[in-house]
DNA sequence: TTTGTTTTGAATGATTATGTCAAAAATACA
DNA sequence: TGTATTTTTGACATAATCATTCAAAACAAA
């Protein structure tokens, strides 16, 4: 279950590659990939897809990474995280049957 | 399956309470909680708080609300939402059982 | 109409997102 | 060691988004 900064800082090492070369497909400073792969920052939408396209992985997968990073920052603090959660399922899937 | 805001609309309608009663009780301008019933804007955190106390319900059972309607926002939309949703319930029980 | 309530949108302020840059720290290796 | 390369950090800048206020428009009931 590795979030998507340590998902491809592990692609990134396997290829023995520098932060520059992936920050500069990215078209971005190499210090916020190092943040992105520290967690420190968050990786935008754009930037998700492109990191599927460079190491050509299912870009699908890598969106289930960022988007559950994100969601899992955003009740971190939350009690009821959990339940959250659960009630928030049940809403998308009420949304997609009705729509 | 109620929204944070269709919640707390229904529960002062029961009341037949103007917004504006609701609203000097949470020390804002009627105009925002026109906007949050209708979905139009967020409540923060403590506005929830004091809409739990204010309508004498379960504090608990208004945050899911207001959490689970904040995920869904997150992820509307994405193809794979109900998947990352999946994966970070996943990410919180790993979480909470490593700490 | 008159009165009270709700909704809307423009304007403003606050916060967050995004990025650059340069220096410091860490790493590799001649 | 010393030097080159890579990574990390933090200060700063700017853009985008979000929250709030206010006044006016729209709505509802008497």
Chains 1, 2 share one sequence.
Do not use: H
């Amino acid at each position: 279950m590795l979030s998507l900064g340590e998902t491809i800082r592990k692609l990134r090492e396997e290829k023995e590659l520098p932060l520059r070369t992936v920050a500069a497909f990215l078209d971005i400073d190499q210090a916020i990939l190092s943040k992105i792969e520290r967690g420190q920052r968050n990786a935008n939408r754009e930037q998700v897809v492109k990191l599927a396209e460079f190491f050509k992985i299912k870009e699908s997968d890598l969106l289930v990474s960022w988007l559950s990073d994100k969601l899992v920052y955003e009740i971190a603090d939350e009690d009821v995280a959990l339940k959250a959660l659960q009630v928030a399922e049940e809403k998308v899937k009420y949304n997609k049957s009705k729509k």
